[in-house]
């Protein structure tokens, strides 16, 4: 079951977000294009501004002190 719903704000689309899908997937089941390369948190390709709430990343290695001040999370593992 959802616990969340995630809005993407450019392309105006919401879906349900479930504790086992990742922001990258939802976004790539309702058509709504995020770059990405490694997956694994990595690359940071996938960099997005998280606008509300909160999400946990097991892997964050892509992101600096000022990616992370500036609100920034990695949709791979979001």
């Given at each position: ?5 995630i809005?993407?704000a ?64 990695l949709?791979?593992?979001?």
């Amino acid at each position: 079951p959802a616990t969340a719903t995630i809005s993407f704000a450019r392309s105006g689309k919401s879906a349900p977000l479930s504790p086992e899908k990742t922001v990258l997937e939802v976004a790539e089941s309702i058509g709504v294009p995020i770059d990405y390369s490694c997956r694994g948190g990595t690359c940071g390709i996938c960099k997005t501004k998280l606008l509300a709430g909160a999400v946990s990343m097991e892997v964050q290695d892509a992101l600096s002190d000022e990616d992370n001040a500036a609100g920034l999370i990695l949709a791979c593992q979001a």
